[in-house]
């Protein structure tokens, strides 16, 4: 049955499951905005958590995991469930999304810890301490 609980990632080690398991879905779960100018991870998902204009919890965000998961990559019986990974900016909302999913169910949820752009480091710059970019990990921007 697998965990009950959240998992954590470091952004290397996510990438490392993605690459060795092909039915790994990494789901984006920032703002419209932050997914399309701060850039994020090549073949992520997005689908927010929390967005613009009102910044609330995304009262869809449950059922549009579920409609991403249907087919074949959410569950055979021979390998189980495709593990689900979460990234957001720095590992906090990524973390709550994937609570939800875990309470509605889901197994193998993963949070990338560090996220997409990592903590502020002591100038308040992210990207420099930690995070996907910061790995150089491959990622784009529109």
């Avoid at 850039?39 to 579920?66: C, M, S, T, Y």
């Avoid at 973390?95 to 509605?104: F, I, P, Q, S, Y």
């Amino acid at each position: 049955m697998g965990d009950s609980q959240v998992k954590t990632l470091n952004p290397r080690q996510a990438w490392q499951l993605m690459e060795d398991n092909p039915r790994a879905v990494l789901v984006d779960v920032r703002s419209n905005m932050e997914f399309l100018f701060v850039g994020h991870p090549k073949g992520a998902v997005h689908i927010p958590w929390i967005d613009e204009p009102d910044w609330e919890i995304n009262p869809h965000f449950l059922r549009q995991v579920r409609e991403l998961m249907l087919g074949g990559i959410i569950c055979d019986t021979d390998e189980g469930c495709a593990p689900i990974l979460l990234i957001c900016r720095s590992g906090k909302r990524s973390l709550e999304a994937g609570k939800l999913l875990v309470e509605n169910r889901f197994r193998d949820v993963f949070n990338i810890a560090e996220g997409f752009e990592g903590e502020l480091d002591d100038e308040h710059h992210r990207s420099s301490i930690g995070g996907w970019r910061f790995e150089g990990l491959p990622w784009e921007q529109c």
